[in-house]
């Protein structure tokens, strides 16, 4: 047996014993932080302009911290439409040559409306060629980067949002519109140099996609289940300096009140079943020169047993009637699928792929290169790892 | 519903049949084939006659032994969805994508094939292909079938993963609502019946029970 449970099994109890003094301690912190909170509760505006100055990306408050919105009425006719997507890496020990694969699960479901067909379906795409393994800096052909794990995590963001535009372009508009992915807008992509040629590749593709959406008028969401958004936590950081030994709130503790804690910790708590958060902008230096009119806001969303993060464009945040739009559809999608947008759960099934698939996959590749007299040969380190040998 | 038809004149049943599409076949073995029903909740009725052509001349008959319905996808499970005064139907109007992610399956136990003008109640030689149509015998395709010989009745009794007595009741019923003369045809199968089970009364007595129990018979 690879695992030693005995000693295992003395960790977790170690373990066990942190995680309960951690949350016993989150607690008394967040009872610190509710008079910083009350303070600054109608002096968002101060918040704001303290925001803009701050170099980390931070949320910058568009109204008082407290604001909740109840859940406008749950309509009965819309139209939901959900991406999601998953990868297979290139796999170097695989000896079937370098390629990945990305699938995007795509749903949409016309609710109320028993005269459209609801679709749910999935899109593989293969990357092989040069073109595909590599990003290639336009200014300097020689410097590559190849395509995999972040980048290939940050294409994949972008083929979820194209797909989600082409659904949009594609819908019948016979209901209001509204089209989530699940996750964030706001994507990393790694630079290896400032200034770097790899994020104007993503981003630019990425707002082109977000911009497809704003033309069809459809609203479009990401929703994070369970965040852990910390971007109001920077705010209070910037705000408190983050130095506890002066801090009055943390009155010379050994550290910050606001270590470990997230946005949710800070104003999900006050929020009902079905509530909203007020909007918060995010200001972040690598994503605003990018993003221009697409520039992100999010507002937090109490499910019940959960605090989720909800991301919008600018362009949506400025439309009410857009915005009360996909607040109750978010809380009749979540009442469908139990705690979690119904539409999003099936862009995941259909995203999935499975060890099964993955077999099948390779066995075409393999097949394929065979037929071709190219032998498939897997590195030593996977043959090793196939037959095990004693 | 589709239809289509199927011309039968070089089998045992003269004429053109009405040929009702049900289902597709998922899985198939030589002595039972399953099949996906074209739409939710639409398998034929429990102990159903149904058959299948090959291109190669065969038609397979079969007898519905068993259907369910599910999720599509292996290991999902369907979960309580009502609530309020959301139930049954309106169900399914709160959640159309469920038709798309649920199926309907019923696996059929083979009794017999036709090849050419023969019509045989044993095994067919070769099991029905993947994927081809399941469609509900007609009428006159049971009649025949049942007045050729009651030797399919065996493979019912000794069916391994189908309550092999209520599915033999049911294929009796069934089959004695598509006759002419239904009371002469259970008369028939009664006998038959009497002949395979003489060493269990018992069990006789109670497949004849639920054989006759919509007739008033018992």
Redesign the interface.
């Known amino acids: 047996m690879p695992l030693d449970l005995l000693e295992l099994s003395t960790q977790v109890r170690q373990m066990g014993e942190l995680l309960a003094h951690r949350r016993a301690d989150e607690q008394r912190r967040l009872r610190l932080l509710d008079g910083l909170l009350t303070e600054y509760r109608d002096r968002w505006p101060e918040l704001a302009e303290l925001a803009e100055t701050v170099h980390e990306r931070v949320a910058v408050p568009t109204g008082p911290l407290d604001e909740r919105i109840p859940s406008p009425p749950r309509p009965a006719t819309y139209t939901a439409m959900a991406t999601d997507g998953a990868e297979i890496d290139p796999d170097r020990h695989g000896g079937s040559g370098e390629f990945y694969l990305i699938n995007v699960g795509r749903v949409r479901i016309p609710y109320g409306q028993p005269e459209r067909d609801v679709e749910l379906s999935s899109v593989s795409t293969l990357g092989y060629t040069d073109d595909d393994l590599y990003i290639v800096d336009p200014r300097d052909p020689r410097r590559q980067v190849p395509m995999r794990d972040r980048h290939l995590d940050a294409l994949r963001t972008v083929a979820e949002v194209r797909a989600l535009a082409d659904l949009a372009e594609t819908d019948a508009k016979s209901a209001p519109g509204v089209a989530l992915v699940d996750g964030t807008l706001l994507f990393s992509v790694l630079e290896e140099r400032p200034r770097d040629f790899l994020r104007s590749r993503f981003y630019a593709d990425f707002v082109f996609q977000l911009e497809r959406l704003r033309r069809a008028r459809v609203c479009v969401a990401a929703y994070a289940s369970r965040s852990r958004g910390i971007d109001l936590v920077h705010l209070f950081r910037a705000v408190c300096g983050s130095t506890p030994l002066v801090c009055q709130i943390c009155t010379g503790a050994h550290a910050c009140a606001l270590r470990g804690l997230n946005d949710a910790h800070l104003i999900g708590r006050g929020l009902d079943r079905w509530d909203r958060s007020g909007l918060f902008r995010v200001r972040s230096n690598v994503h605003d020169p990018y993003y221009g009119i697409h520039r992100v806001y999010f507002f937090l969303l109490a499910t019940g047993d959960e605090v989720a993060r909800v991301e919008i464009p600018e362009w949506v945040a400025r439309d009410q009637a857009m915005l009360g739009l996909l607040h109750a559809v978010l809380v009749d999608q979540c009442a469908k699928g139990f705690g979690y947008p119904a539409v999003l759960a099936r862009a995941d099934d259909r995203a999935v792929i499975s060890l099964g698939d993955r077999g099948v996959l390779d066995t075409l590749v393999q097949q394929e290169l065979a037929r071709r007299g190219v032998v498939a040969r897997p590195s030593a380190k996977l043959s090793r790892k196939q037959v095990r040998t004693v | 519903m589709n239809t289509f038809s199927e011309n039968g004149t070089a089998g045992p049943f003269p004429g053109q049949h009405q040929l009702t599409l049900i289902g597709e076949i998922v899985e198939s073995s030589t002595t039972e084939f399953l099949a996906q029903a074209c739409e939710l909740d639409s398998a034929p009725p429990f102990g159903a006659f149904v058959e299948v052509a090959t291109e190669d001349g065969l038609t397979i008959y079969g007898i519905v032994a068993h259907v369910q319905t599910a999720g599509i ?1 292996p290991g ?1 499970r369907a ?1 309580m ?1 009502g609530h309020g005064d959301v139930r049954d139907e309106r169900i399914y ?5 469920l ?3 649920l199926r309907t399956t019923f696996r059929a136990l083979v009794v017999g094939f036709t090849e050419g003008a023969q019509l045989y109640q044993f095994l067919p030689p070769r099991p029905p292909r993947l994927h081809y149509s399941v469609s509900v015998c007609a009428r006159d395709t049971v009649r025949v079938f049942a007045s050729t010989g009651l030797d399919y009745l065996v493979a019912m009794l000794n069916a391994a993963d189908a309550p092999a007595d209520e599915l033999l009741a049911a294929n009796l019923r069934y089959t004695a609502a598509q006759m002419h003369e239904p009371a002469e045809f259970l008369q028939l199968a009664g006998r038959a019946l009497a002949q395979l089970l003489r060493a269990d009364y018992a069990r006789l007595t109670a497949i004849l029970r639920r054989c006759l129990a919509q007739t008033g018979a018992w």
């Open positions: 996808d999902s979960i969805r109007q709160e959640n159309p994508d038709p798309l992610v």
